[in-house]
């Protein structure tokens, strides 16, 4: 039985990596890059696709790739933010409530 695909949208502010959930497979990639430019006004991201929901596993994929990309273990292991660190990136970037 194979795995459902999601598509994530990833991120970087040159500090840290981000990683949220954007929508089912069958939904479209369009989707989930619509739903990028509604979370993220301004900030260029990528649409990732992978075979899980659970944003845990999402997030262990994504630094497995950065190892094989860059074979660098520290790079790999930095942490990826998630829904609330993206809240306050975007504070820093636009200020309160200016975006």
């Known amino acids: 039985m194979s ?13 840290k990596p981000y990683l ?9 990639e369009e989707t989930a890059r619509m739903r990028g430019f509604e979370l993220l ?9 992978l075979p899980t929901r659970d944003i845990g596993t999402a997030s262990s994929m994504i630094r497995g790739k950065r190892l094989e990309e860059t074979h660098d273990i520290h790079k790999a292991s930095k942490r ?20």
């Open 3 to 15: 795995r459902e695909m999601h598509y994530w949208i990833s991120a970087n502010d040159h500090e």
């Open 20 to 28: 949220i959930y954007g929508c089912a497979a069958r939904e479209g």
């Open 80 to 99: 990826i933010g998630h829904n609330k660190s993206i809240n306050r990136l975007k504070k820093k970037i636009f200020g309160d409530g200016g975006y």
């Open 41 to 49: 006004p301004g900030i260029d991201f990528e649409i990732k696709k």
